[in-house]
């Protein structure tokens, strides 16, 4: 069965369902929480909480409103990306040393690509990007950056990061779009 | 609609992009949401560069640690959805004991895989009270969502509770590895005057220590328990709390099935 059928069982408290479900979306769940949140323990952690999450508010998932999978994911990122920032801010001294040996974020993309379709078509769109696009789509992304930090990181006024973050979305798009 | 209403209205429609890319946060956050409310070219764009922002996740799948599908399931067995606010209703109007039920005190314990009453009644206080209050507190019912969810994962938790013939219980979920516990009461109302119910962690031959206040139906979190902790008790106190226990306890609850006092 297809994640979407799944979540609308499980939305019904269909536990079975939910096993199953849990074998399509946790992988995905985890290796994103893990591209943003880095820590393997707190990774695990906010993968557990966004699961339980997805078991507690499935009733209230919309399937005309798009895919589960999107659903999932967008939980899990928001998440992430809480995590992130509530890390970050606790420990800011370490944060301003690592800048210092901060790669951009593509490099560090490309550095865990490993096989699959997916990954190569990601990665395939991406280099299709500007680098500014690129940048300020994945600083935000899989760093879990404001748009403000993300502006601040690249030197770049707010508006233009705004348009770079949009057009870079659109043009993904346009490249990913007939993949799904 | 002056000019620097419509800059910023201008300004607020901009922020679909790094809101589809969860990239904005505190009040800037806020005030976009309010605006998607009433924005329907916003609502639709941010609708689409969600999923545009959902195609980055692809490259990223990686297989999860095995444990977590054990602690994911169990912690499913225990959690109840989320409901509308009539079912809730309903809920807790199922938790009030019926005369039918045994006068005497009736502990209930058993491994946590296995959905207790104890367990259920922490669990559904937690929901219940995240479903009922308003949003800006969300953030921080969050971050003790998060603390009870570490309580309920630990591999040797376990849940017991305590319900006497007028429907006064106490209900807590312990891991004696973790030495912690979330307790939730019931049937206990609020304490009149500005008073409070505070949790005692009951040792043989020490004073009670005090584990915190109660705020309403929110449930507490409990740390550092000893080991040889043998009971949680719980009184009413005047406003702030006492240093020792000065009425004698409204319930109270054996810890050993939850794995201490042994
Ligand atoms: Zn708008």
Redesign the pocket.
């Known amino acids: 069965m297809e994640a979407d059928e799944l979540l609308v069982l499980v939305a019904g408290g269909d536990q079975k369902a939910f096993e199953e479900l849990y074998g399509l979306v946790s992988g995905p769940v985890f290796g994103l929480v893990r591209r943003v949140v880095r820590d393997p323990a707190q990774s695990e952690e906010v993968s557990q909480e966004v699961l339980l999450e997805l078991w507690r508010s499935a009733p209230r998932f919309d399937p005309g409103r798009g895919s589960a999978l999107s659903w999932i994911l967008t939980l899990a990122h928001r998440r992430a990306v809480d995590r992130v920032r509530s890390a970050r801010a606790a420990t800011e001294r370490e944060q301003r040393e690592g800048q210092r040996n901060h790669r951009p974020a593509f490099d560090q993309v490309a550095e865990e690509v490993e096989a699959g379709l997916e990954r190569e078509w990601v990665r395939r769109c991406l280099d299709r990007l500007t680098a500014l696009q690129r940048q300020s789509v994945t600083l935000a992304y899989y760093d879990g950056y404001t748009y403000r930090e993300v502006a601040e990181r690249l030197s770049l006024p707010l508006g233009t990061v705004k348009t770079r973050m949009r057009d870079g979305l659109t043009r993904l798009r346009d490249c990913l779009g007939g993949v799904a | 609609m002056s000019v620097l209403d419509r800059l910023l209205g201008r300004d607020?429609?901009s922020l679909a992009a790094p809101y589809a890319l969860d990239a904005l946060e505190g009040e800037e956050k806020r005030r976009f949401e309010r605006?998607l409310k009433g924005?329907h070219?916003?609502a639709e764009e941010v609708r689409a560069l969600t999923e545009d922002a959902v195609r980055l996740a692809w490259s990223t799948a990686a297989a999860p640690p095995a444990a977590l599908r054990d602690r994911v399931l169990t912690a499913v067995r225990l959690t109840p959805q989320e409901q509308s606010a009539r079912d809730l209703t309903r809920v807790r109007a199922a938790h009030q004991p019926t005369r039918a039920r045994a006068p005497r005190l009736r502990p209930l314990f058993a491994p946590l895989a296995t959905a207790t009453a104890a367990a259920a009644l922490v669990v559904a206080a937690l929901f219940a009270v995240q479903v009922t209050q308003a949003r800006d507190q969300l953030d921080q019912e969050r971050a003790q969502a998060r603390e009870i969810a570490h309580v309920l994962a630990a591999p040797d938790a376990r849940a017991t509770g305590e319900r006497d013939q007028s429907g006064r219980g106490i209900g807590v979920v312990a891991s004696a590895s973790e030495r912690r516990a979330v307790v939730t009461l019931s049937g206990l109302g609020t304490p009149s005057g500005g008073r409070v119910h505070q949790l005692w962690l009951m040792r043989p031959n020490e004073n009670p220590r005090s584990l915190g206040l109660f705020d309403g139906d929110t449930p507490l979190v409990a740390d550092g328990l000893d080991p040889n902790s043998t009971s949680l008790a719980v009184t009413v106190e005047p406003h702030g709390g006492s240093q020792q226990p000065t009425t004698s306890p409204v319930v109270q609850l054996a810890l050993e099935t939850v794995g201490f006092g042994e």
Do not use: D, S, Y
Request: hydrophobic fraction near 15%.
């Open positions: 607020l429609h605006h924005c070219r916003c």
